[in-house]
């Protein structure tokens, strides 16, 4: 079945305690993404990977890290959370051609 | 960046009613999508539409790239198709935005 994975759903941390969401695609996509949804804001991207080893800035990149060693696989990095990090998490990949995204569950993170 | 408004922000509709969701971008867009969001919170690609127009069973989407505006149709609703109805678009590469989204209630 072709998939996003996400792991873990729901993620509660403090503050400075670093941690990593990891998201996979069974797909074969070149494209991978993060998003970030916030009430009454959308989505917003935070980061974007064009290929392995290709990452850039999306719009709200500021206290994340990403890396795509892997063309599956695309894990976001919060090195040291703040309670502003409080968020739904949405990991979303692409085919080159149609540009169709699709994402994975989510994952809600709490900063306390 | 691109800005990308959508309206109306809310909307409940009788089952049954037909609805026009819109979504108006800043500038031009190459790769034009909307999604449905239901209410567990996945997100779900309904078109990829950068121009002209689609259908999908009881929902069509026409997209006018020249004046940078693109509907969402909703026929017949039914209480399934409650959630949030985002569309989002990017002008090159993929630094996608997104819009604020519609939130549609369908009543019974």
């Known amino acids: 079945e072709a998939q996003v994975t996400q792991n873990p759903r729901y993620l509660i941390t403090v503050t400075g305690k670093k941690l990593t969401v990891t998201c996979s695609q069974n797909?074969?996509?070149?494209?991978m993404s993060w998003y970030r949804q916030d009430p009454g804001l959308g989505l917003r991207q935070i980061y974007y990977s064009m290929n392995v080893e290709v990452t850039d800035k999306g719009d709200v990149p500021e206290g994340y890290k990403v890396s795509r060693k892997e063309k599956r696989n695309f894990p976001l990095i919060l090195e040291s959370p703040s309670p502003n990090q409080t968020s739904l998490y949405f990991c979303a990949s692409t085919t080159r051609i149609t540009d169709t995204q699709y994402f994975g569950p989510g994952t809600r993170l709490t900063v306390l | 960046g691109i800005q990308v408004e959508q309206s109306p922000p809310d909307l409940i509709l009788q089952e049954g009613a037909n609805s026009t969701l819109r979504c108006n971008f800043s500038d031009s867009v190459n790769n034009l999508q909307w999604f449905h969001q239901n209410p567990w919170g996945q997100l779900i690609n309904l078109f990829y539409?950068?121009?002209g127009t689609k259908q999908n069973g009881r929902l069509s989407a026409t997209t006018v790239a020249t004046e940078r505006y693109s509907l969402l149709y909703i026929s017949s609703s039914q209480t399934t198709d409650s959630g949030v109805y985002f569309c989002a678009g990017s002008g090159g590469y993929q630094k996608v935005t997104f819009g604020t989204g519609t939130k549609l209630q369908v009543i019974p």
């Open positions: 797909m074969n996509h070149e494209y």
């Open positions: 539409i950068p121009s």
